[in-house]
Structure formats: structure tokens, C-alpha cells
């Protein structure tokens, strides 16, 4: 065999064990039975992996008969990267260890006339005592982004800005992705699945789909802009043009709608204060936007067919007060008799899920490579970090 064989296949092995290990503790003969590798060559790469600090030995499993195999786990915080989101109102930081666990976050609001450059000089100041431990920093914006450029970000007004002048000098591989793509990978990274769809609504709307396990991006990174979907309305749009569907679902809509119908607060939290006090405008107001999420959701089933839809942005926070109308409405519409039962959850991450899905692209490549991960980014797969899938093309499942 080829020295390039070898080494390929080295990894292939180790992925499989870190992967099979990512659900959880095996002894080495259940490792040696699940990945179909001789004993021999498991107890050789385990034992690799506990001198990397990968893995560790745990407490002995029950056994009926004999000595009880020892069983080993994935070592918690044993890697670390880094994730951002560069938010309209602020920028949220995090540390994920590559269990999918935050071990830090750290949480700022920008003022408003604070540009993309001023906003980015401020996160990389933040990162700078953090680089040490990090694999790298996957750094999230609201809007269409191209390899270190983001073409347009309708509600900051940002238009063809390069970043690349303020991440060359940084001493570790960063990624720049779109914010609901990369809150997909943030569910994906944790569950390993194979078909999702991540809907990010808070003043705008977009979606970030997993389909057949790989992130879609499109040809020039403007897929999942769902929020500027054209409809009969002729309200003017962020984006310079009228009737776009993010105009009729983002929450400053809501919050105008709850007014109209008698509301006296004037902004997402009074609304949210009025729902958990039983005022009627505000639950009549978020019923109706339930209703409308069920819709657009029968339409996202026939568009991008996921097997689960998960709801990111402040929306999530009103997700009680509008669930049972939006499952209705799903009920209602749905093309397919599958799409009524389609699985609609809040994310698991929170208001952190794009943050996290920034780190994740790393995490998820150091998967992907066997741990074998090299000090140059090229070596890991290109600097741009674009083909990054979910530490496995196949997911956790496979
Ligand atoms: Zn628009």
C-alpha cells in the first residue's frame, strides 16, 4: 500500500471509532463489533487517541461473566472552537467543546451607526485571549455571504463588504457563513441528521437547509433567502424592493399588528409581557402570525421537503403562544400527508444556535479528518472551510 493509502486509511478508522464514540461510551470490543475493524487495529487506535488526550478510560461496564471490559469515552473539552454571530442589535460569542456542549459565551449590543468593520475589529479584540485553545472561528452575518465577502445584508444596509483584510492577520482558520445556514449545522452537528430545515425569523427571515446531509449553499450563496419571496403585497421591503414575505412575517409586522388590534405596548417584549398576562390582543396577534408560519411552512415542505423544521430567532421565544395555531394551519394546508405531521421545534441552542453553528463547521471538520488535524488550514480541507459537512458525510447515523 502507498504511503498516501496508509494514512488515508488511518483516518477512515479513526473517524469511524470518534464517530461511533460521539453516541456515546463502548468498550473495545464493541467498537471492534460496530465498525467492523479487527481488535487488533481498534486497541492500536484507541490506544493513539488516549495519548492524543482524545479519549478517556471510564468505569468498567456490569458484566455477568468474567473481568468487565473497560469502557471508553470521548474526553470532555478535549477540543474547542470558536463561534460568532455578528447580529443586527449585537454580537454573541461562544466556546464549543466537540461534544456540542458551550463552555463560555460572552454578549454585546452595537450601536446602530457602528459599521460591519468597526463591528468585526471589536469581536476580534474579544477572540484574541481565547486563540490558544481554538481550532478555529466560524463568525456568522445576517445576510448573503461569498467566501470572506458578504454581498448584501438588507436590514443593516450593507452592501459588497470584504472582510478579508481584518482575518488575514488572525493566527487561526476562520469561516464566514449566513446565519440560519449556520444555525442548521448547529442541530445538525448535535443530531446528525440527514434533511432539515432551520427558519430564522426576528426582523427578517431566511431558512438554512440540510438536504441528503450537506449544507446547501447555492451558486452564490443566496439560498434560503426565503424572507425575500415575492408576494402580491406592495409593502416596501429592507431589500429596495415591495412585497417581499419577510414585510408580512418579521416581528416588527407583529408588533404594528398587536397595536392595530388594540395593544398597548409598542415593542416584542410588551407584546411577549401582554401574551404571558392573557391579553387578548396579543394572543389574537400571535395566533394570526401562527397561522401565517403554518402556511409558509406547508410551502416550505414542498420547496425544501425536510424531515424536521426547527424555529431560530426571536420567534422562538413566542413559539408557545403560537404553536397550536401554526400546527392547524400546517394540518390545513399541507401538501402531502406527511408534511401535517411534520416535526416543528424551537432550537435546542437558544438564541447561541448561530454562534454555535459557526464553531461547529471546525468541530465538525476535526470529525471529518480522523483528529488528525494539521496546523496549516489548507491541509485541513481548504481555507474557506465551504465543503465542511457534519464530521461525517453521513451524519451521526451512519
Ligand atoms: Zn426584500
Redesign the pocket.
Known amino acids: 500500500m502507498r504511503k498516501g493509502d496508509v494514512q488515508t486509511l488511518r483516518r477512515l478508522n479513526r473517524r469511524a471509532i470518534l464517530n461511533q464514540l460521539r453516541r456515546g461510551p463502548l468498550s473495545r470490543a464493541d467498537l471492534a463489533r460496530a465498525t467492523g475493524l479487527a481488535k487488533s487495529a481498534v486497541s492500536r487506535l484507541v490506544e493513539e487517541l488516549l495519548q492524543e488526550g482524545l479519549l478517556e478510560e471510564g468505569p468498567a461496564a456490569p458484566s455477568p461473566l468474567g473481568r468487565p471490559p473497560t469502557l471508553l469515552r470521548l474526553k470532555p473539552r478535549a477540543r474547542m472552537a470558536l463561534g460568532a454571530e455578528v447580529g443586527v442589535e449585537g454580537t454573541v460569542l461562544v466556546a464549543l467543546d466537540w461534544q456540542g456542549q458551550v463552555a463560555w459565551s460572552k454578549e454585546w449590543a452595537h450601536a446602530p451607526e457602528e459599521d460591519l468593520h468597526a463591528r468585526i475589529q471589536r469581536l476580534l479584540l474579544e477572540v484574541r485571549p481565547h486563540l490558544q485553545d481554538a481550532l478555529g472561528l466560524g463568525i456568522t452575518l445576517p445576510g448573503v455571504v461569498a467566501g470572506r465577502r458578504l454581498l448584501l445584508a ?1 436590514n443593516l444596509g450593507w452592501r459588497e463588504v470584504d472582510l478579508s483584510p481584518h482575518l488575514a492577520a488572525l493566527p487561526l482558520p476562520v469561516a464566514l457563513e449566513n446565519d440560519a445556514k449556520a444555525s442548521a449545522l448547529s442541530e445538525v452537528f448535535l443530531h446528525g441528521e440527514q434533511n432539515l430545515a432551520y427558519v430564522v425569523l426576528s426582523t427578517g427571515l431566511g431558512v438554512g437547509v440540510v438536504a441528503e446531509g450537506r449544507l446547501l449553499r447555492g451558486a452564490t450563496g443566496a439560498f434560503g433567502e426565503v ?2 419571496w ?1 408576494g402580491e403585497g406592495v409593502s416596501p ?5 415591495r412585497g ?4 408580512a412575517l418579521g416581528l416588527e409586522t407583529l408588533v404594528k399588528r398587536y397595536r392595530a388590534l388594540g395593544g398597548t405596548a409598542s415593542t416584542l417584549e410588551g407584546l411577549l409581557a401582554g401574551a404571558r398576562a392573557g391579553e387578548e390582543a396579543a394572543l389574537l396577534a400571535l395566533r394570526q402570525l401562527g397561522e401565517a408560519l403554518g402556511r409558509f411552512l406547508a410551502n416550505l415542505a414542498v420547496a425544501y421537503d425536510p424531515a424536521r423544521v426547527v424555529v431560530g430567532g426571536r420567534v422562538a421565544e413566542l413559539f408557545p403562544f403560537l404553536e397550536a395555531s401554526l400546527r392547524a394551519s400546517l394540518q390545513a394546508h399541507a401538501f402531502l400527508e406527511a408534511h401535517r405531521r411534520l416535526p416543528v421545534a424551537p432550537s435546542v441552542y437558544g438564541h447561541l444556535a448561530p454562534a454555535v453553528g459557526g464553531a461547529s463547521l471546525f468541530l465538525a471538520r476535526f470529525f471529518e479528518l480522523g483528529g488528525l488535524w494539521a496546523e496549516g488550514p489548507r491541509r485541513n480541507g481548504g481555507e474557506g472551510y465551504a465543503e465542511v459537512a457534519f464530521g461525517d458525510r453521513y451524519g451521526l447515523g451512519a
Not at 244 to 247: F, K, R, T
Open positions: 438588507p424572507g425575500h415575492l421591503c429592507r431589500c429596495g424592493r417581499c414575505l419577510e414585510v
